[in-house]
Each structure stands twice: as structure tokens, then as C-alpha cells.
């Protein structure tokens, strides 16, 4: 881009920014993507997504028609004792509908329904029947007169329309603000600040605070997610649930003022800096409480304030003194302006779907109300809620997991429910930054600290928050690096940082060290360890301090990921049984006492915590019919049938049926659907020279292999070749001369414990030599001697379809109504990672599609998306077109020239925020690819669907006096789901420990020539999720997707920068880039063209095989 326009764009997306940024949450842990420039992607042949030249051909399966499943009939549980349910919600009080200047004092019809008229109401309860009706505006009485209580103050006019506001007044149940509090000066001695932490967490980019994140991806208004097509499904057996969500009722007729807000922290020389957010939710704390006749406020720590009433003299500062650790501080809270009014009316438009849109502001408001009582007592992680009272499970490397839990307000058709749950995070443990290190590190650091290993621990660390513990008060820095050793490193101390500055300064210097023995009387113990560059106040000024002399501060979330014994040591404490965490949940909610909370009371907020809400398996739902308001029977909550699961029978090649029985079953005597055959194959042994009994086990399982494999259907033409003992260091030219002889597969055995192993055989195999390989790990091969069978089972699965194989067959278009059945069907999955570790390492998306007409064999195509240096957001795939081209001519090259004219796209990692980006985008990058392909031929019609595993809702099945796990199958498409648009929740796998967590699936996009019902989405749904060849039993979510996880995974262990002609670090910057602005740190200067991608190549014989299995 020249540099004119260049400029000019990052002008107009930084006023963008401003406007639309003014509301930034603070409390937002943000995802550690990054930016980059331009994409490497080239059309010339040498740097295509792979060389499709080297397709193995497979021949197209012909499946006979399934026999159509047997219809049962509707099944109704045994219910919960009375004791145990009561009722699901209590509606909202009914009230006079007003002008939005002014509410009208309650009338007697604000009551709580009866239980009688709860059990006569269907759906929509609390958000139709007892909603409040359009019907007489109500005119206030003049100011000068004696009159009711009003539920908001009056206004002459509307205030958003003026430029200041008046300040006269009606009598108001809420006392308005008068002039004495501008000049408001109060001292609160008994609390400090240091004991309010525990009001909000503080986030880290593995260590320290966040910057705003702004997205590198346009926005699009083009397309929206689609309206649900019907009135949900009806396929499969009604049953009835329970699920941790709890009605809330709120008072619609509510308006909420909402102002933009400042809190400054002012010096003795008069200087500001933003305060620190456990500084503003301290001092606007005091201004509340110490100040009777200032207004009830809601605050969300960063730059909005929420009231009911209209603030006067807005204009005025209001200045606080609050004590610090034995320092008065002087803050200053300025009211800027009103931003909006928020009508709390919209939340109920959008449950009748009287707006598409949701209602985000509204949502924000409450959920900000919930948050305000809980800050005073828990540590907060955006809606997440830890006792700073609890003993953190120590990890041992400087983190500690701690137990909380959720709550977030959903919007439903139902009405607004509370979502609670049980969660668990990782925080650094406060301990003494030399224990950290060391803990951290995994070595004792005090007996020498290598320059190399400061450089990565500075990466991982920077801007960790670390307090003083030498002086009277502690003073909080961010940890920004390391200098030279206190022993060595000197400074003036007339020009050292005014916390620890000489009182009686002298010009000579003086090392670190000699100045704490003079300044404190504190002798270090390590000298020669590397003092901590830190950083404090809008200056930054540098800071050296001892490691010695300070500690972590508290509550600061780590975001590393975890090593695999970290892994399952936090997994075995977060398995919770339903039961328990039926209890665990219910105790949250009396611990919470919503009742006695000011706050709620602010909106008639009521929260129903008396039993979680029951979904019901037959139940009636209101909808509106041309304008006309109706009943329909519908079914929440069904258990869906499972699909039949085909294999061959014994020595012939017969089709056998296997039954699925609670998301499992078994291959047992059955042969594989396809088998190959195997000419030539070999067996290496990598690691160090073994033993005899080591040879011994090595030979038996060399021996045994094939004739296990034969049982499954493999032809082996040849004997398994087991290439003699070698070196760690030979292992490739094992596989090179394993190549040349032709192997059509080489089994690793892996006897290292570096991870490096696996990476150095798959990126031979895969990259240079395309070889197929099977890793096995030793210690799990001597483990399984005993039962040899059972383990090659497992492994027969993966080697089978690695090779070209089909393990199983289901018949996925029996899933669909009659007149899909002639269609031909492509499925897609798609999913991007994004490092946890490191800001500055790319992104890696991956997309997989069925390449044969069965739907069971899929190949994948890798691509990483580089950050800039700084930080933003990429949301989309960037060279998505590029990939699903590719993919298609994959497919057409398999099934002799054929295209699919249905496309199924299951997306993964996308949040609903970036709904409208990701579906404007990409779908038009499916569309885009598939002209590309189809030229004058019709174009297959796309549906895309998000899934979304990462979310609060569970289910609990009450059967017998037990609170169980629901069966697979279970999918619920009423009550919790979106008022309007296409989703739902589906449990398709079986919990083997914990609470089983369904899979959230939202259709965003159904082309019209589709036109699947509810039933059909959700039965092929289901059905995929057999369909995962690497295992017999059902998964969470659909294999395509599943399967596009484990690439994206599997990409760690190959080289991205392999088979390129020139090797780029992705950080190139533009050629016709010459501006000498520095873009490091400035969030509003990217966009999606400065984003660069980089395509893995494979080996052309192995770059349509699933690999990745």
C-alpha cells in the first residue's frame, strides 16, 4: 500500500477506534493473537498449499440403502420429588407502561404470579404474560407540588439532546446528587487499598497487564446469521432435564443512564495519571458510602458508570483522599458525559423477537450489576469468581489452581436466566521472586543465572506485578526485565526513583548492593544474581531492585500451558461428578443471597434459585402465527437415535451391522470396511542400545504385528522388516533407506523422553521422504505385552486409514429427509490455535475435508497467520478460498471428476462476538473458491455451522432419586437455545468421569436450495460424530472438526518453513511500505492485508493421507 493511503487508514481506524472504545471492559483476559503483513501465498506451482499431482487414487464406495429406523414411542421419566423441583420462574411484576422521562409509582397489579398461574402459562412466561403492557401514559406532577415516589427523576426534556442538564428536581426514591459533593473530600484510614485486591484480578500476557486488542478484520454487513427454519426438532424420545441455568426476572420499564467516567491519580505537583483499577473501584467505593445523598451507581472498573438517576454538574470534579499505606492519595472522579440511556425494555424485545439484534449494552448493564456485590468480597476474572480466602492447589512451578465459579446473564426463549457453573483457573502463587524463579524454572537459579535463560524468562514474565518487601510500604512495579548483577550494577542515587531516593543524595556512585546495606541495613544473600528492571507511573522510570527484595503480588492469572503431569493433576481435581456439582452449584446460588443485594433491587431484579431450571421433554411453546399468538406442542429435551455402524464379516466381504449402545461399540471378530494391502513395511527401534529383555519384547511384538493386522482385513504380502538397533542420531537415514526400498509404512518405536523425537520422525516422514509413520511409545507397548490384541486393535485403526483404509461406514444420508438422499456431500471442519505462551508466535489454522463419497477418509490443509510485533485480533482464516479450493479438487480428482452439490462447514473457535465477521468473510471465501472450481457448472449450496465446546451450560438427568449424566444423543433446541436464530445443544458422547458437557452448534448460513429443517442439521450432526476413525464410540463433536483440531495440533511437531524456496520469518515488511512509523505498539494500525500467512507443503505422496491421526 503507498504511503499516502496507508496513512489515511490508520488515521480513519484510529478515530474508529475512539469512538467505539470509550466502553472498554478492563477485566477482559484478552486471546494472545497477534498481527503480521502480507500473505506468501503465491499462484506459482512451487509454493501451492501442496503438489495434488501425488493424489492416491481410492476408489469410490457404493453403500446400499440403510433400512429405516424403527420410530419409538415418547418416553416420560420419573420425575423429581416434590421436595426436590419447584417451580421454574416467578415473572416480572406487571406495570404501567410511561414515558422514558419518567416511571409511574407501582399499581396494585405489580404482584408475583400465583403457582397457579405459573403452571397455566406455557413458554415465554415470564417474558409475554407478565411483561409490562402497553396501555396509559402516566403525566408527573409539577416539581412545586407534593407528589409519590418516582422511580427515576424528572426531566423537562430529553437530556440526550441537550447539552447540559438541569438540576432541579422531583421527588425520586432514589436521592438525587447535590452540589456539596463536587468538592467532596473524604478520608477512609481504616481500610487501605492493599486490602481491597481481592475486588478485581489482574490479567496477564503470561504475566502482566493487557492491552486492547483491535481486530485486523473488517467488518461486514453483508450477511447475518440465519433465523431458525422451524419450530425446532421433533426426531427422537422426549425426556425430561434439568440445567444450570435460573430465571431472572427484571423490571422492563427500567431506563439505565450510562456515563463516561475518569479517575485520576493526582501527585503533589499536581500531575494526573489514570488510576489503577483497584485504585478506582477503591475510590469510587468511598464516594458512594461516605456520601449518603450520591446517587445508587454501578461501576465496571474501567470507564462506565451506570445509575438510574441523571447526575448534576456533571462538569465539576470530584476529588477524594484515601489513604495508601500510611500516604494520603489524592484521586479526582470527572463525570465526562452521558453516553446513552439504556431501556432495559430491549431485553424483552429481543426475547419476542421483536429485535433481532442482541441487546449487548442491556446485557452489559446487568451483568455489571451482578458483579458489583461479589467484587467487595471475591476475586473477579471477567465473569468468573474466586474466595481470596482459599489455599491455591499448588502446581509447583510458581502457579496454583484455584476453585470458583461462573455466572453470566443469557438471553433465551425462555426469557433471561442466569447461567452458574463451577470453574477452575491458574494463578501465580505470591511468594518471593527468587522461590518463583526457581519454581518456575524448575532449577536452583541462586547457584548461577545464564544470560540465555534471563532472556526467555524475561519473555515469559514481562509485566508480571511485583511488590516491594524491604520497605515500610509495599510498592507495586511491572516486572519489564532484568539489569546486570546487584554486585556489579551502579547508579547515582540522586537520580534513583523517588521511592527509594538517599535523603542526603551525594554525586558518587554506588552499586545496588552497598546502597541496601547503607540505605536498609539489608546484606543481600545473592549479589551475583541479575537485579529486576522495574517500571511504575505514567513515566516508566527504571527501578533496579534486588530479586530478593520482592514477591508476586497476588490474584494474577497465568496463562502458560500446562506440562502433561500440571495436566493431570488439574484434571483429576476439576472432575466433578454430576451430583456434586448439581450441589456444589445449588450452595452457589444460597451463598449469593440475591434477595438482600441493593444493587439488584435497582431494577427489581429477582433471581428463582430455588431449583435449577427443568427442561421438559413435552411441553407447549407460544409463537406467533400471521400476528396471532398460538400454542404448539414441542419437545425440549430428546435423546436421539444413533446411527448403525458397518463393518465386513469374517473372510468374505458381506456388510455387517454393530449396534451403538450408549455411544459405543465393538469391532470384535469383524473385519475393517477396507483393508489395505501391504508389500513392503518395516520396524525401527529409536532410542539407545536395549537390553535382552528389551530385544526379547521388540521381537515379540515384531512377531505378532502381522498376524494381529491380518485378523482386521490387512493383506501383508511381505514380512514386517525390522531394521537393527540404532543411535538416536541415525534415525534418518533409517527412514531415507526405508524409502528407497519402497516402505508403504515404517513403525517407530520412540524410547526417548524428548518430545523432539516425534518431531524429527514426522517431519522426515511426512515433509522430506513421504513415508507414513506410526509412532508407538515404548513404556505404553511394554505395558500392553499382556494383552497385545487389544492394543493392536487400537492401533490397527489408525494405521489402517493412514494407509487408505476405511475402518467403519455410516451411512450419514439416512440422517436426512428422502429428498437429500441423491445428493453428493462434502464435509468440511475448520478450527484455529492460537499460542498461549508467546504473543509473537503465529497462529496456525487448519481446515479438513471428506475427500471420498462415504464421507470417512478426509485430507487437510495447514496454514500459519504471523502477528505483527504488537498485538491484534484475527478472527477468520485468512487463506481460506485458497484452502477449500484445493480440498475440492482433492475431492474431484477421487470421485472421477465429481463435485459435491452440498457443502457442510463445521467452524470451530469462534466466539459470538465475531459471528458477523467470521460468517461475512468466510462464507464468502467458500463461495469465492467454489466458482474458482465449478465454472459454468451449479454451484453446491453451503451450510455453515459454529461449534462451540467451550461454555457453562450442563445437564443433569433426575432418574430414581440420582442425579445422573444425560445419555448420549441428548439435544435440547427449546428453552435455553436463542430467541430467534438456528441453535442448539447436543451431548453426543458418553461421560466416563465428570459432568458430561454438550456441544453448542449455531448455523449461521443454510443456502436456500438446502433448506434443512431442525431434524436434519441436528441427526447429521449427531451421526458424524461416529464417524472419528481413530476409535469406536461416539465424540463430542462432528470428526471433521475433531479431526481439524488434531492437524492444527499436529502442525507443532512439522516445520511450516520446509520445502519453501525462500525461508521468510513472516515479518517482512511491505516493499512499497516506506514510512518510518513505528507501528510496535499502536493497536489501531492494522489491518487484514498486514497480515502474512505462510502454507505447510508436504511431500505430494503423503499431502492428502490423514496424517494427522
Not at 456539596?180 to 478485581?200: K, V
Not at 528492571?533 to 531492585?545: F, H, I, T, V, W
Amino acid at each position: 500500500m503507498p504511503n499516502k493511503n496507508r496513512k489515511a487508514q490508520r488515521a480513519a481506524q484510529r478515530a474508529a477506534a475512539a469512538a467505539s472504545n470509550n466502553n472498554e471492559n478492563e477485566d477482559a483476559i484478552d486471546n494472545p493473537t497477534s498481527t503480521t503483513a502480507t500473505s506468501v501465498l503465491q499462484s506459482s506451482p512451487s509454493t501451492q498449499l501442496v503438489n495434488v499431482a501425488g493424489l492416491v487414487e481410492t476408489a469410490p464406495v457404493t453403500n446400499p440403502p440403510l433400512s429405516s429406523a424403527t420410530l419409538k414411542s415418547a418416553w416420560t421419566p420419573q420425575a423429581p420429588p416434590a421436595s426436590a423441583v419447584q417451580p421454574n420462574a416467578t415473572a416480572p411484576p406487571q406495570t404501567v407502561s410511561s414515558e422514558p422521562s419518567a416511571v409511574p409509582k407501582p399499581t396494585p397489579d405489580q404482584r408475583a404470579p400465583s403457582q397457579a398461574e405459573l403452571s397455566a402459562v406455557p413458554k415465554q412466561a415470564w417474558a409475554s404474560k407478565f411483561s409490562p403492557q402497553s396501555t396509559t401514559s402516566v403525566t408527573p406532577k409539577p416539581a412545586a407540588q407534593k407528589s409519590e415516589p418516582s422511580a427515576v427523576p424528572k426531566a423537562t426534556a430529553n437530556p440526550l439532546s441537550q447539552g447540559a442538564y438541569r438540576t432541579d428536581r422531583a421527588a425520586s426514591a432514589y436521592p438525587m446528587a447535590r452540589e456539596s459533593i463536587s468538592s467532596l473530600t473524604t478520608t477512609d484510614s481504616g481500610i487501605s487499598l492493599r486490602q481491597s485486591r481481592s475486588q478485581s484480578v489482574i490479567s496477564n500476557r503470561g504475566g502482566g497487564g493487557r492491552r486492547f486488542l483491535l481486530s485486523a478484520v473488517p467488518d461486514t454487513a453483508n450477511l447475518t446469521p440465519m433465523l431458525r427454519p422451524d419450530a425446532g426438532g421433533s426426531k427422537g424420545r422426549p425426556i425430561s432435564i434439568y440445567t444450570n441455568h435460573f430465571p431472572v426476572q427484571i423490571d422492563y420499564n427500567a431506563t439505565v443512564n450510562q456515563y463516561d467516567v475518569e479517575i485520576m491519580l493526582i501527585d503533589q505537583d499536581g500531575n494526573q495519571r489514570v488510576a489503577r483499577k483497584d485504585e478506582r473501584w477503591k475510590v469510587m467505593q468511598l464516594i458512594v458510602q461516605k456520601k449518603k445523598d450520591f446517587p445508587v451507581v454501578w461501576y465496571d472498573e474501567g470507564k462506565t458508570l451506570y445509575t438510574r438517576e441523571l447526575l448534576p454538574d456533571i462538569t465539576k470534579p470530584i476529588r477524594v483522599q484515601m489513604e495508601r499505606d500510611t500516604q494520603m492519595k489524592t484521586f479526582q472522579l470527572t463525570i465526562k458525559n452521558l453516553v446513552r440511556q439504556e431501556m432495559m425494555e430491549n431485553i424483552l424485545k429481543f426475547v419476542k423477537k421483536q429485535l433481532r439484534t442482541r441487546p449487548r449494552e442491556a446485557v452489559r448493564v446487568i451483568e455489571t450489576l451482578f458483579k458489583q456485590r461479589a467484587r467487595n468480597e471475591l476475586v473477579c476474572v471477567k465473569n468468573q469468581f474466586y474466595n481470596r480466602k482459599q489455599t491455591l492447589d499448588d502446581l509447583h512451578d510458581g502457579r496454583g489452581m484455584a476453585k470458583g465459579f461462573y455466572q453470566a446473564l443469557f438471553l433465551t426463549r425462555l426469557g433471561p436466566t442466569l447461567n452458574v457453573n463451577l470453574t477452575f483457573t491458574c494463578f501465580y502463587m505470591p511468594m518471593n521472586f527468587i522461590q518463583f524463579a526457581c519454581e518456575y524454572l524448575r532449577e536452583d537459579i541462586t547457584k548461577g543465572f545464564p544470560d540465555y535463560k534471563v532472556k526467555v524468562f524475561r519473555q515469559i514474565i514481562r509485566d508480571l506485578l511485583i511488590e516491594t518487601e524491604h520497605t515500610t510500604r509495599n510498592i507495586r512495579y511491572k516486572l519489564h526485565g532484568f539489569g546486570r548483577p546487584a554486585n556489579q550494577l551502579a547508579f547515582t542515587p540522586r537520580e534513583a526513583s523517588e521511592e527509594i531516593s538517599d535523603p542526603a543524595p551525594t554525586l558518587q556512585e554506588i552499586t545496588v548492593e552497598k546502597y541496601f546495606e547503607q540505605k536498609y541495613n539489608i546484606k543481600l544473600k545473592y549479589p551475583h544474581l541479575p537485579c529486576i528492571d522495574a517500571r511504575s507511573g505514567p513515566m516508566k522510570r527504571a527501578n533496579y531492585l534486588p530479586m530478593e527484595m520482592v514477591k508476586v503480588v497476588e490474584w494474577q492469572r497465568a496463562l502458560k500451558p500446562l506440562d502433561t503431569t500440571q495436566r493431570a493433576r488439574t484434571t483429576s481435581k476439576s472432575i466433578i461428578k454430576p451430583d456434586q456439582r448439581y450441589k456444589e452449584i445449588m450452595n452457589i446460588m444460597d451463598s449469593r443471597d440475591f434477595e438482600q443485594d441493593p444493587y439488584l433491587k435497582q431494577l427489581n431484579i429477582h433471581v428463582d434459585k430455588t431449583e435449577m431450571l427443568q427442561i421438559k421433554g413435552i411441553d407447549l411453546l407460544e409463537i406467533d402465527l400471521d400476528h396471532k399468538s398460538s400454542l404448539i406442542i414441542c419437545f425440549s429435551a430428546r435423546i436421539l437415535n444413533p446411527p448403525e455402524i458397518r463393518f465386513r464379516q469374517g473372510q468374505g466381504q458381506n456388510e455387517i451391522v454393530e449396534s451403538v449402545n450408549v455411544g459405543k461399540w465393538r469391532i470384535g471378530r469383524n473385519r475393517f470396511y477396507q483393508a489395505p494391502e501391504i508389500k513392503s513395511w518395516g520396524l525401527i527401534y529409536y532410542g539407545h542400545n536395549p537390553n535382552q529383555q528389551m530385544n526379547k519384547t521388540i521381537d515379540d511384538f515384531a512377531n505378532q504385528l502381522p498376524e494381529l493386522l491380518r485378523r482386521k482385513g490387512f493383506i501383508i504380502r511381505s514380512d514386517l522388516k525390522l531394521v537393527p538397533i540404532i543411535e538416536t542420531s541415525n534415525i534418518e537415514k533409517s527412514l531415507t533407506e526405508g524409502s528407497k526400498k519402497g516402505w508403504q509404512l515404517a513403525i517407530v518405536i520412540l524410547n526417548t523422553d524428548a518430545s523432539q523425537s516425534y518431531s524429527d520422525v514426522k517431519q522426515i516422514g511426512h515433509q522430506k521422504l513421504g513415508l507414513r509413520t506410526q509412532c508407538i511409545d515404548w513404556k505404553a507397548l511394554c505395558r500392553n505385552m499382556d494383552k497385545l490384541h487389544m492394543y493392536v486393535e487400537n492401533l490397527s485403526q489408525k494405521i489402517n486409514v493412514k494407509l487408505g483404509g476405511i475402518n467403519s461406514i455410516v451411512n450419514t444420508k439416512l440422517a436426512l429427509t428422502q429428498s437429500s438422499r441423491n445428493d453428493l456431500f462434502m464435509f468440511f471442519g475448520a478450527d484455529v490455535t492460537h499460542s498461549t505462551s508467546s504473543t509473537d508466535r503465529p497462529s496456525v489454522a487448519a481446515v479438513v475435508a471428506s475427500r471420498e463419497p462415504t464421507s470417512s477418509l478426509y485430507a487437510a490443509r495447514l496454514c500459519e497467520q504471523y502477528p505483527k510485533k504488537g498485538r491484534c485480533s484475527i478472527e477468520i482464516i485468512k487463506e481460506l478460498d485458497k484452502m477449500v479450493e484445493d480440498l475440492l479438487r482433492v475431492f474431484a480428482r477421487t470421485c472421477n471428476g465429481h463435485l459435491p452439490n452440498k457443502i457442510v462447514f463445521y467452524r470451530d473457535g469462534v466466539d459470538e462476538g465475531h459471528f458477523e465477521k467470521v460468517l461475512g468473510n468466510e462464507v464468502n471465501k467458500i463461495k469465492e473458491a467454489c466458482r474458482r472450481v465449478y465454472g459454468n457448472r451449479p454451484l453446491p449450496s453451503v451450510t455453515f455451522i459454529v461449534v462451540k465446546k467451550r461454555h457453562n451450560t450442563r445437564f443433569f438427568l433426575y432418574e430414581n432419586g440420582q442425579t445422573l449424566n444425560v445419555q448420549p444423543g441428548t439435544i435440547v433446541d427449546q428453552d435455553i437455545t436463542h430467541p430467534s436464530q438456528f441453535d442448539f445443544y447436543l451431548c453426543s458422547q458418553a461421560a466416563l468421569m465428570g459432568t458430561a458437557r454438550p456441544t453448542l452448534y449455531h448455523v449461521l448460513h443454510d443456502d436456500d436450495n438446502n433448506k434443512f429443517s431442525s431434524d436434519d442439521i441436528q441427526q447429521l450432526t449427531y451421526w458424524l460424530c461416529h464417524t472419528d476413525m481413530r476409535c469406536t464410540k461416539s465424540v463430542s463433536i462432528p470428526a471433521p472438526v475433531y479431526y481439524a483440531h488434531l492437524a492444527a495440533y499436529g502442525s507443532r511437531s512439522l516445520d511450516f518453513d520446509a520445502n519453501h524456496p525462500t525461508h521468510s520469518d513472516g515479518n517482512d515488511k511491505d516493499d512499497n511500505d516506506d514510512e518510518d512509523v513505528d507501528d510496535e505498539d499502536d493497536p489501531t494500525s492494522y489491518s487484514l492485508e498486514d497480515i502474512k500467512t505462510k502454507v505447510m507443503i508436504f511431500d505430494p505422496k503423503v499431502a492428502n493421507d490423514m496424517w494427522f491421526i
